[in-house]
């Protein structure tokens, strides 16, 4: 059967941080007052997605990833990761503020869960006034400086806050500490990976009192002190034109502002993913038309490496390895 644009089915899970934008402002189906997660594309085990339209709908993204190898994902991608789809796309609303947290490196995630490391950037898509998120450090620091302030239940007093709007962009390298604040509604792009050691989480209790767990012991081996503070992304963004935010080794993320008809080519030997972050568009192969609303997000297999973008004016995610 031939591969042609994908959309799924997004796995929606609540959070004790949840809200109700997913579902008022991006249009997911759910009733939950606390859904704080859309998976949108996942081969995370026991959450993976399935195939919502066309003659393949129904289908895992692991059968498609067994069936199809290169073909979905490019030689040089399944050379490198084989059967296992190495992005993990979302879309995060943050009701309340996020658990203060980083994630490991491959490395250490390797050697402590047999996973990927959680390389991460964040575009964010709305947020209410005064809303910030939590990035690195405030000052110079060391691990004696943080063990003092964390064991003196300070940990707050040393982190930058970045006051955000929609548009703005930042890039969480392994090792960095973070966290969404409270009003937060933003698109994350992540490597294929759940691993993450929370550090605090404002002493709060779920329904039963109970805190949620903590990871200082894993966190303190796995945070970066002297990270430059370079993880705000600046971009111009140009009409019809891929403008790129962050390029890695595990994904390359662009912004593409479309407005009309555009003619796009795959010579990346990718997969391609689009996320609507912004407006609707139309993705056009071989005469067949899919629509990709605000909110949704649609695989492009490395098989097709021509199509075309329509939208009266609409603002994507373009993201590929």
Same mark, same amino acid.
């Given at each position: 059967?031939?591969?042609?644009?994908?959309?799924?089915?997004?796995?929606?899970?609540?959070?004790?941080?949840?809200?109700?934008?997913?579902?008022?402002?991006?249009?997911?189906?759910?009733?939950?007052?606390?859904?704080?997660?859309?998976?949108?594309?996942?081969?995370?085990?026991?959450?993976?997605?399935?195939?919502?339209?066309?003659?393949?709908?129904?289908?895992?993204?692991?059968?498609?990833?067994?069936?199809?190898?290169?073909?979905?994902?490019?030689?040089?991608?399944?050379?490198?990761?084989?059967?296992?789809?190495?992005?993990?796309?979302?879309?995060?609303?943050?009701?309340?503020?996020?658990?203060?947290?980083?994630?490991?490196?491959?490395?250490?995630?390797?050697?402590?869960?047999?996973?990927?490391?959680?390389?991460?950037?964040?575009?964010?898509?709305?947020?209410?006034?005064?809303?910030?998120?939590?990035?690195?450090?405030?000052?110079?620091?060391?691990?004696?400086?943080?063990?003092?302030?964390?064991?003196?239940?300070?940990?707050?007093?040393?982190?930058?806050?970045?006051?955000?709007?929609?548009?703005?962009?930042?890039?969480?390298?392994?090792?960095?500490?973070?966290?969404?604040?409270?009003?937060?509604?933003?698109?994350?792009?992540?490597?294929?990976?759940?691993?993450?050691?929370?550090?605090?989480?404002?002493?709060?209790?779920?329904?039963?009192?109970?805190?949620?767990?903590?990871?200082? &012991?894993?966190? *303190?081996?796995?945070?970066?002190? $002297?990270?430059?503070?370079? =993880?705000? /992304?600046?971009?111009? @963004? %140009? #009409?019809?034109?891929?403008?790129?935010?962050?390029?890695?080794?595990?994904?390359?993320?662009?912004?593409?502002?479309?407005?009309?008809?555009?003619?796009?080519?795959?010579?990346? &030997?990718?997969? *391609?993913?689009?996320?609507?972050? $912004?407006?609707?568009?139309? =993705?056009? /192969?071989?005469?067949? @038309? %899919? #629509?990709?609303?605000?909110?949704?997000?649609?695989?492009?297999?490395?098989?097709?490496?021509?199509?075309?973008?329509?939208?009266?004016?609409?603002?994507?995610?373009?993201?590929?390895?």
């Amino acid at each position: 059967m031939s591969l042609y644009p994908l959309k799924f089915k997004p796995i929606l899970k609540d959070k004790i941080w949840g809200g109700q934008k997913l579902s008022n402002f991006l249009n997911k189906s759910t009733d939950s007052d606390m859904a704080g997660e859309s998976w949108e594309l996942s081969d995370v085990e026991g959450d993976t997605s399935l195939v919502a339209n066309g003659n393949l709908s129904g289908t895992s993204l692991k059968t498609l990833m067994e069936q199809y190898k290169a073909d979905l994902v490019g030689e040089k991608v399944y050379t490198q990761f084989g059967s296992k789809f190495p992005l993990l796309i979302k879309y995060i609303d943050a009701k309340k503020d996020l658990s203060v947290q980083l994630h490991p490196n491959d490395a250490l995630a390797k050697e402590r869960h047999q996973s990927f490391g959680k390389t991460e950037m964040w575009y964010v898509m709305q947020a209410d006034e005064g809303s910030n998120l939590i990035i690195d450090f405030n000052q110079p620091m060391t691990a004696a400086l943080y063990k003092k302030h964390l064991n003196s239940k300070t940990l707050t007093s040393i982190l930058n806050f970045e006051t955000v709007t929609t548009g703005d962009t930042f890039f969480i390298e392994v090792g960095r500490v973070h966290a969404i604040g409270a009003g937060v509604l933003l698109a994350e792009i992540q490597q294929t990976s759940d691993i993450t050691y929370r550090v605090y989480d404002w002493d709060r209790t779920d329904a039963e009192g109970n805190m949620r767990e903590l990871h200082n &012991d894993l966190a *303190m081996d796995a945070i970066d002190f $002297d990270m430059p503070d370079d =993880f705000k /992304v600046s971009y111009d @963004a %140009t #009409k019809n034109t891929s403008e790129q935010l962050v390029s890695c080794p595990y994904f390359t993320t662009n912004v593409l502002d479309v407005e009309g008809s555009i003619s796009k080519q795959n010579i990346q &030997d990718s997969f *391609m993913i689009y996320m609507a972050v $912004d407006g609707d568009a139309v =993705f056009e /192969v071989d005469g067949k @038309a %899919t #629509k990709l609303s605000f909110g949704e997000t649609i695989l492009i297999p490395a098989s097709i490496k021509d199509f075309k973008i329509t939208a009266p004016n609409a603002r994507l995610l373009e993201v590929y390895i």
